[in-house]
């Protein structure tokens, strides 16, 4: 498998956005891998976040990857920007548009890691046709808009369908979930097959980000050694 077996991936929603640089590299001390950026149209999800401007800057303040959910409506009329921007990795919806298969190789083709994400509405057979064409699935564990949810169990079942289903394919993708995650349910997702780990609260509103990054690390690995 090409990819990192645990990846923990900070989501900077739940950051303070006026020292943003410095939340960044107090989790990149921490041992993060990506930071998880995620933007908000107001029409996909209910809420509006951030766009271009801030992934450019970010770029500047980190030198890990950026890994941008874009949770806006045909995200494909946004892809380019993104990348130039600085994002190393584009995951988009199932739901957001009706050119899946087109959206992901636009992202392929731009240079960028594609990725696709399904709600916790849409089961993972909705992804069946173009599993060949991502580096990552992105399971969402709560329904998309806001930071600081309850993680939605059955999200579980999908990781563990995905993780099957993963042999079959060449190199295989990346499993990345993304909702609720936090030190009581990081074992099982890695058990379950979990790759990347996209944690906003239970990172940011911790008195020290860069430890609770390490934590969410060690619980991850752990659970996977101990793995019969
Ligand atoms: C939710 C976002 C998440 C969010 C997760 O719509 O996609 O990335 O920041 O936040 P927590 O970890 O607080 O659930
Ligand atoms: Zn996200």
């Known amino acids: 498998m090409p990819y990192a077996r645990i990846e923990i991936a900070p989501s ?5 956005f006026a020292r943003l640089g410095e939340e960044v ?42 890994d941008v959910h874009l949770m806006i409506e045909r995200p494909e009329g946004y892809i380019e920007d993104f990348i130039r921007a600085g994002a190393a990795r584009v995951l988009i919806h199932q739901e957001a548009t ?46 998309p808009g806001f930071g600081g949810q309850k993680f ?21 993708f990346r499993i990345e979930v993304d909702g609720g995650v936090d030190a009581g349910n990081a074992a099982e997702l890695a058990q379950a097959g979990v790759n990347t780990f996209v944690a ?15 934590q969410m690390r060690k619980l991850a690995a752990e659970a996977l050694s101990q793995r019969v």
């Open 12 to 16: 900077i929603l739940a950051a303070d």
């Open 25 to 66: 590299r107090a989790v990149e001390q921490g041992g993060a891998d990506v930071i998880h950026v995620d933007v908000m149209d107001g029409h996909f999800v209910p809420n509006i976040s951030i766009g271009i401007p801030v992934v450019a800057s970010l770029r500047k303040a980190t030198r890990l990857p950026l």
């Open 98 to 143: 009706v050119h899946l298969d087109r959206a992901l190789s636009m992202i392929r083709e731009h240079g960028a890691e594609a990725g696709a994400a399904i709600n916790p509405a849409t089961p993972v057979a909705a992804l069946a046709e173009v599993l060949d064409k991502v580096d990552t699935v992105l399971v969402m564990s709560v329904n």
């Open 152 to 172: 939605i169990p059955g999200a579980i079942e999908k990781i563990r369908q995905l993780n099957q289903l993963r042999a079959r394919y060449n190199g295989g």
């Open 200 to 214: 906003g609260t239970s990172i940011f509103h911790t008195p020290d980000p860069a430890a609770a990054s390490r």
